[in-house]
């Protein structure tokens, strides 16, 4: 068992975290594991509420009286959108799943912060402190697995693009934004890729790794003005670092299944700026803009 237990209000903020992650998983467009940790932030939260019944604050009564059916409506909607997930995530109405995120983090705000304001007595966050124990550590522990089971999904089984670093200079110098990209697909004409880069003389650095599923030769494509150079693990595949307008470069390798590091490193010196990355599998006719779902933003720290 875990040694340390975390205090009624630690627990809560561990909740709202669980939240936060269900959202962000939503944001990116894993429905499927956003549903699960909203799901696990549910349990949590009736957990919490389940200990706090041990507690004779009538204050804290009319509160949990109060919003015990707020938290059964969601349990009861999230295990009908898990239901849904598990079939197939597309037949999740967006609007419907943004509606019941929306409620669910208002309640988790809510007890985050009105629970700790109602139970201001010492002794009584004392005594719940020492009830909460045991409960504590095994949802500590259910917490952590799908935590690392959906970051696992997250980052593993479902691409969502590569990493991209913003400079507003052309030497990889002055970091302006960084954010992820699904595609390598972009004509920007003559203006700026975005409000904290200027329209010339800017780079951009991608990283991340592509997933090879299939064994074969892949030819790799980019289209760029200007300069581009791209490596897979420490090969470098495409090189063409000068100023010119749009110009496809071409390089090619015989890859086994498995994820291979990618980096993709572009400047615009001035005018039109365009940068798009292809590939062709073996055995397609066709160049493709490689698809955000093989493409997988660098691997989280490990702690
Ligand atoms: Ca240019």
């Not at 494509?221 to 000068?242: A, F, H, M, P, Q």
């Amino acid at each position: 068992m875990l040694k340390k237990t975390a205090p009624i209000q630690q627990r809560l903020r561990r909740i709202k975290k669980t939240f936060k992650s269900a959202f962000f998983l939503y944001e990116n467009n894993d429905v499927q594991s956003s549903v699960t940790i909203a799901t696990l932030a549910i349990a949590q939260l009736s957990k919490v509420f389940e200990e706090l019944k041990s507690t004779d604050s009538a204050a804290l009564s009319r509160y949990l009286d109060d919003k015990r059916p707020v938290l059964s409506g969601l349990k009861k909607t999230f295990d009908e959108l898990r239901e849904k997930a598990e079939r197939d995530e597309d037949t999740i109405d967006e609007v419907d799943y943004e509606n019941a995120l929306d409620r669910l983090g208002s309640l988790v705000d809510n007890a985050t912060s009105e629970v700790p304001r109602i139970l201001r007595s010492p002794a009584e966050l004392k005594k719940l402190r020492v009830k909460w124990m045991s409960a504590a550590a095994a949802g500590a522990m259910v917490v952590g697995f799908f935590l690392i089971h959906a970051i696992y999904r997250h980052f593993t089984l479902k691409g969502h693009g590569l990493i991209g670093e913003y400079y507003s200079d052309m030497e990889f110098k002055n970091l302006a934004t960084t954010r992820l990209d699904p595609t390598i697909d972009f004509d920007w004409g003559l203006d700026a890729p975005m409000k904290t880069l200027p329209e010339d003389r800017f780079s951009i650095r991608w990283t991340g790794s592509i997933e090879i599923k299939n064994p074969g030769n892949y030819e790799f494509y980019t289209l760029s003005d200007d300069g581009v150079k791209v490596y897979l693990e420490d090969i470098k595949l495409i090189d063409n670092w000068s100023a010119h307008p749009a110009t496809l470069d071409k390089g090619n390798a015989f890859l086994n299944p498995g994820r291979y590091r990618l980096k993709i490193e572009y400047f615009d010196q001035a005018a039109d700026a365009v940068i798009k990355l292809y590939w062709k599998r073996e055995k397609s006719l066709y160049r493709e803009i490689i698809p955000a779902d093989v493409l997988f933003p660098p691997a989280p720290p490990k702690h």
